[in-house]
């Protein structure tokens, strides 16, 4: 044993400190103090491991878990609410874009034309304001606005076929009635692929063939007049 205040060797039976003169704990009381204080501690650990194991304890850890949990379902929530409307949006976007590009084959007259520049006027304005309310609501204008155009053209470019399919070519060469059939076939067919500008183009040139063929046969007349000259000299000449 070593005394306390300088650390000299001591002896269990010594009162005071042979070498600093302080006094000493009595042994027996000193022993006694630590097992004391030894007993405290493990109570207080056997204590701290009975309330973990306790229904109140296992209730509290539950109950840390479960805001935890929460806190985590509620940010991971929010970030794919995020993440999908940003991919809603994108997927919309491209979508307006798509459809955007296939009125360059459209015919548009009238309110038609006024209600596609409106439209194109919002689309833009997409770049300043991605909110997906506004995107969904241009998609749906000009989705809509499609449907009635292609709607309208197929409806007056099939009349405009049927009226030229009327028009005589009786007096039409072999190779200009191939021709004219061909005109006929590629003006269907782009009809079909709601290409009606193109399709337009093919009837104008399908048109003119026609009147083509009808002015150069109608401006000729054939006239044959006979002149005599037998007395001399004895010749015939037709004209």
């Known amino acids: 044993m ?47 491991k009975t309330e973990k194991l306790t229904p109140n304890g296992i209730f509290h850890d539950k109950k840390k878990i479960g805001i935890i949990a929460a806190a985590i379902i509620v940010l991971l ?10 991919r809603r949006i994108e997927n919309m976007m491209n979508e307006i874009n798509i459809i955007d590009s296939r009125f360059d084959e459209y015919i548009l007259l009238g309110e038609e034309k006024e209600s596609y520049d409106l439209i194109s006027k919002d689309i833009q304005n997409l770049s300043d304001n991605k909110n997906l309310g506004h995107v969904k609501e241009v998609y749906l204008k000009i989705k809509s606005l499609e449907e009635t155009v292609i709607s309208d053209n197929t409806l007056l470019l099939g009349e405009a076929i049927q009226k030229v399919s009327k028009t005589d070519f009786s007096k039409a060469y072999e190779d200009e009635i191939v021709k004219l059939n061909e005109y006929k076939e590629k003006s269907e067919n782009l009809i079909k692929e709601k290409k009606f500008v193109s399709a337009q183009a093919a009837l104008s040139e399908w048109n003119t063939l ?9 401006n000729y007349e054939v006239l044959i007049n006979q002149m005599d000259f037998s007395e001399y000299p004895k010749i015939k000449a037709y004209v």
């Open 2 to 48: 070593h005394c306390k205040n300088c650390g000299a060797e001591i002896s269990g039976d010594d009162k005071f400190c042979k070498n600093c003169g302080e006094k000493l704990m009595d042994t027996e009381m000193n022993a006694e103090m630590n097992a004391e204080m030894n007993t405290e501690i493990e109570e207080n650990v056997k204590l701290e």
């Open 77 to 86: 929530s929010g970030l794919y609410y995020y993440l999908d409307n940003g």
């Open 210 to 218: 026609l009147d083509y063929i009808n002015i150069e046969y109608d």
